[in-house]
């Protein structure tokens, strides 16, 4: 079992930047595939980003792409998503999700473990 804590959101004017961090506890980080999900009002969850164990494989969605990164550092157990050029539409609730796995997870019923969640609003 792993628990992971999100940081990082706030409320920011279109155009800006937010750097979201995900806190995950446990010796075995490096093991787990992350993601980042969002979920706005009115809107299903969808994915935003995922990571592999190794980080040498990204998904975005194509909302987000040339936009967003996600990154990780396994030595510190945290996995980051940099949001740059934030657009109204980017308003949501983000949640970190980590499995246990080599691949890549871009569904969110794939993912085992999940954070709270951190409140991302974006004003025009």
């Known amino acids: 079992q792993v628990q992971l804590v999100e940081s990082g959101g706030g409320l920011v004017q279109a155009g800006g930047s937010l750097r979201l961090s995900c806190a995950a506890s446990?010796?075995?980080?490096?093991?787990?595939?992350m993601g980042w999900f969002r979920q706005a009002p009115g809107k299903e969850r969808e994915i935003v980003a995922a990571i592999s164990w190794s980080g040498g494989s990204t998904y975005y969605a194509d909302s987000v792409k040339g936009r967003f990164t996600i990154s990780r550092d396994n030595a510190k157990n945290t996995v980051y998503l940099q949001m740059n050029s934030l657009k109204p539409e980017d308003t949501a609730i983000y949640y970190c999700?980590?499995?246990?796995?080599?691949?890549?997870?871009?569904?969110?019923?794939?993912?085992?473990?999940w954070g709270q969640g951190t409140q991302v609003t974006v004003s025009s």
């Open positions: 446990g010796r075995t980080f490096s093991s787990y595939a």
């Open positions: 999700a980590a499995d246990r796995t080599y691949s890549l997870r871009t569904k969110g019923a794939e993912y085992d473990y």
